[in-house]
Nanobody, 115 residues
Framework: QVQLVESGGGLVHPGGSLRLSCAASGSIFSINPMGWYRQAPGKQRELVAVIISGGSINYADSVKGRFTISRDNAKNTVYLQMNSLKPEDTAVYYC?????????WGKGTLVTVSS
């Protein structure tokens, strides 16, 4: 059984930065894609960034150039460095792990960008 625990959310002013972390417990492999999704109030959950097999990275167009995803396989942890945050980045951010045919989700961490 895999569990994902996110941390690092909070309140930040526009233009500020936050770093999210997601630690996975259990046996996972570096080939298992890990990434971040977000869900704003009244909207569907959307992909933010994902690291897939071989280290390839995909970003949503809305965060390219501002967010950076990284992964520490030794710690089973994925990070999301978020810079130049905008009010429209406000959402609950969820960590995701694709363990072969199974999708695992964290409980989410709230990011609020407001002045």
């Amino acid at each position: 059984q895999v569990q994902l625990v996110e941390s690092g959310g909070g309140l930040v002013h526009p233009g500020g930065s936050l770093r999210l972390s997601c630690a996975a417990s259990g046996s996972i492999f570096s080939i298992n894609p890990m990434g971040w999704y977000r869900q704003a109030p009244g909207k569907q959950r959307e992909l933010v960034a994902v690291i897939i097999s071989g280290g390839s990275i995909n970003y949503a167009d809305s965060v390219k150039g501002r967010f950076t995803i990284s992964r520490d396989n030794a710690k089973n942890t994925v990070y999301l460095q978020m810079n130049s945050l905008k009010p429209e980045d406000t959402a609950v951010y969820y960590c995701n792990l694709k363990y072969f045919a199974i999708n695992y989700w964290g409980k989410g961490t709230l990011v609020t960008v407001s002045s």
